[in-house]
């Protein structure tokens, strides 16, 4: 099956036009059958093995956004106090999360004994299971993009929250607590660009041919 330039085209559009939503989630619900597919795009990523480490835990109710929110809250105060001057203050004007905005949440997952002990490919590196649910966040995020919904992914949370507001067993590992929903707009460059924060690198300072070159990364 060859990709047409169409789709090709099509493909490319969704990488340069994703980005991290936190600001512009609406309340228009997203339907059983589009979230299936953003779900199926997922469960459809490379993993090692084969091993398909991950589950969805989908999360609809605004208690346990409530109770989601105030473990972003905790965490963000931490994260807060760890920058000082001018950054601190810059941080703080950053909107980081639409936990509760967003009509749906999503915790992705990896099961690290789901196929046993033993799994082709993850023999030299045990890490390479937790790669391949990030794989499946991925192909959502994306997946998601091209049904014109967005996705913000919040780490400002610690794992202990996520597993005791979503009754994940002990050896779960979750991934990404991910927002999704319809939004007013897609930003055209990262906000965190825009608002100044980091600027993106530029690509050949980052590739090195055979060997590693010292280049300055700021
Ligand atoms: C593993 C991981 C974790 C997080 C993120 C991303 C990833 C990959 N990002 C989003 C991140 O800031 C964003 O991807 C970059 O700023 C680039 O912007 P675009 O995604 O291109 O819009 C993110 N954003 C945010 O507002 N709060 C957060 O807690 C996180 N956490």
Request: some cysteine.
């Amino acid at each position: 099956m060859k990709i047409t330039q169409a789709e090709r085209d099509a493909v490319y559009k969704t990488i340069f036009n994703r980005r991290d939503v936190r600001a512009e989630f609406e309340a228009t619900p997203i339907p059983d059958d589009v979230l299936k597919r953003i779900l199926t795009a997922a469960h459809h990523a490379p993993s090692v093995g084969f091993m398909q480490p991950w589950d969805f835990v989908i999360v609809r109710s605004d208690e346990t956004k409530q109770k989601l929110k105030q473990g972003f809250i905790q965490a963000n105060r931490e994260a807060e106090a760890l920058f000082e001057g001018e950054r601190k203050e810059q941080y703080r004007s950053l909107k980081l999360e639409g936990i509760q905005e967003a009509p749906i949440g999503i915790c992705v997952t990896c099961d690290r004994t789901r196929t046993g002990p033993l799994v082709l490919g993850r023999t030299a590196n045990l890490d390479m299971d937790l790669y391949s649910s990030v794989c499946a966040v991925q192909n959502l995020w994306l997946a998601a993009r091209a049904e014109n919904i967005g996705v913000g992914w919040v780490s400002i949370i610690h794992d202990h929250v996520l597993h005791q507001t979503l009754g994940i067993p002990e050896h779960i590992v979750p991934i990404a607590y991910l927002c999704l929903g319809y939004v007013s707009h897609f930003h055209d460059q990262p906000e965190l660009e825009k608002r100044g924060w980091l600027k993106r690198q530029s690509l050949n300072s980052l590739i090195h041919e055979e060997q590693w070159q010292d280049k300055s990364h700021k």
